[in-house]
């Protein structure tokens, strides 16, 4: 047999690593089509691909707070092709649903924070208080008569309604929407006084002078408003949360194929077009490593577990 005839015959195996490589890679959302957390892995599943060399397709598997799609992930192959895009509530369903067929603790590995989802307090254009510090003193003085909206129970917006009461010694009406519009609809309206919100889910009212920024629930002013306080330097130091979106993978991924998702990432988020979308959607971007995301969520998953189980916090 002549020299080109048996590399002839060997070029199946040969090529078998590389077919196997260039296999499409999931991008499972747990969310429904259209809404931010799948506008943003949309953004940057393009991004990555060419990184990867790879195609990234997002797959949506909408439904229970994120835990169907997150199932499908957790009985994957840990091989790099089937990934997870969450939110927040990858952090507080573990302590909100029960007899889920995976353990959130042990069967994911976090690959990185995306981006982070700003929140704001806002209140209707004729609240009394003008000030963080003002809404506070009025709430002292009328325990339990200030009603804030939110999109939902057990949202990022009602845990931090929940850790505010808690840590300002302070009691509030929460009313749950069935999403962050209808809430600012009724707080442009006036139907109720406040209102813990994203700031893009924010912009069309303060735009259109129908409500009015109280402040800020992250650690560092936003950019968009830089002259709103935060509500950690106005009376509670150290406040923050903020909603996210993060990649993971299912556990026993390589740590090699872990550091090649996040290079992916962090190429995708460098890239000046993504940078102006995410802003666009008033989020921050992140990407963080694997091990600085895995130590931020434990932090997370402890405060926030601890929130959800003394406030009494159920779906629905």
């Not at 393009?46 to 707070?65: D, F």
């Not at 707080?187 to 924010?202: N, P, R, Y």
């Not at 735009?207 to 560092?220: E, F, I, V």
């Not at 991924?253 to 872990?258: D, N």
Request: glycine fraction near 6%.
């Amino acid at each position: 047999m002549t020299l080109t005839r048996r590399a002839t015959l060997a070029l199946p195996f040969l090529a078998a690593p590389a077919l196997a490589q260039a296999r499409p890679v999931r991008l499972l959302v747990g969310f429904a089509p259209g809404g931010a957390a799948d506008t943003i892995a949309r953004l940057v599943s393009a991004r990555m691909g060419e990184h990867l060399g790879q195609t990234v397709v997002v797959e949506n598997r909408s439904g229970a707070s994120g835990t169907i799609a997150a199932a499908q992930v957790a009985q994957s192959a840990p091989d790099g092709t089937s990934l997870l895009f969450a939110t927040l509530t990858h952090a507080t369903n573990p302590f909100l649903f029960q007899g889920l067929p995976f353990d959130y603790a042990t069967a994911f590995a976090p690959v990185s924070q995306v981006v982070i989802w700003p929140q704001i307090l806002a209140v209707k254009n004729d609240f009394p208080a003008q000030s963080f510090a003002e809404f506070l003193a009025l709430a002292r003085a009328r325990p339990a008569t200030i009603s804030y909206g939110t999109p939902g129970n057990a949202t990022a917006q009602h845990l931090i309604g929940e850790m505010l009461q808690r840590q300002a010694d302070i009691r509030l009406v929460h009313v749950p929407y069935r999403g962050g519009a209808d809430a600012a609809r009724d707080l442009s309206a006036g139907v109720i006084d406040a209102a813990f919100m994203t700031t893009s889910t924010a912009l069309p009212i303060l735009s259109g002078n129908r409500a009015r920024l109280l402040a800020a629930a992250t650690t560092t002013r936003l950019r968009a408003y830089p002259n709103t306080a935060t509500i950690a330097e106005s009376g509670i130091p150290g406040f923050e949360l903020n909603d996210w979106c993060a990649i993971f993978a299912p556990a026993g991924t390589a740590t090699a194929t872990l550091t090649r998702t996040h290079a992916a990432l962090t190429h995708a988020l460098a890239n000046p077009d993504v940078q102006t979308r995410l802003r666009d959607l008033s989020t921050e971007p992140v990407g963080s490593t694997p091990e600085a995301f895995t130590q931020h969520l434990a932090r997370e998953s402890t405060r926030l577990g601890t929130l959800i189980r003394d406030a009494n916090i159920r779906i629905g």
